[in-house]
């Protein structure tokens, strides 16, 4: 469901998924992926609002992806045998995602 949600950073209204809501004493906090800037933010439920039929139909400007079957790998350095090998990892490298960033622009 797509809703739109007023971003104080971006200081517009913006259309935006609702990705999960926070209570809190003041209010609910909502944090939400704007989905025509790929950021996410969090908004008070008071700056959200139902979204018009037409502008639904103005297709997104970003989407979220993943990488298909493509997992991070590390290098593994074993300083006993003196060896390094290229191994399954965890989590991305900092360099790796920067490479694919740059491979991107």
Not at 10 to 18: F, N
Not at 74 to 87: F, P, Q, S, V
Request: hydrophobic share 35%; glycine share 2%; charged share 25%.
């Amino acid at each position: 469901q797509v809703y739109v949600v007023f971003s104080e950073e971006l200081q517009c209204w913006c259309r935006a998924r609702v990705e999960s809501v926070r209570h809190q004493a003041d209010g609910c906090q909502l944090r939400c992926f704007l989905v025509d800037y790929a950021k996410y933010c969090s908004v008070a439920s008071e700056n959200i609002r139902v979204l018009v039929e037409a502008f639904a139909k103005i297709p997104y400007r970003a989407k979220k992806c993943r990488l298909y079957c493509t997992k991070p790998l590390t290098l593994h350095i074993d300083y006993c045998e003196n060896t390094a090998k290229i191994g399954p990892a965890k989590r991305w490298d900092p360099s790796a995602i920067q490479h694919f960033r740059k491979f991107l622009e």
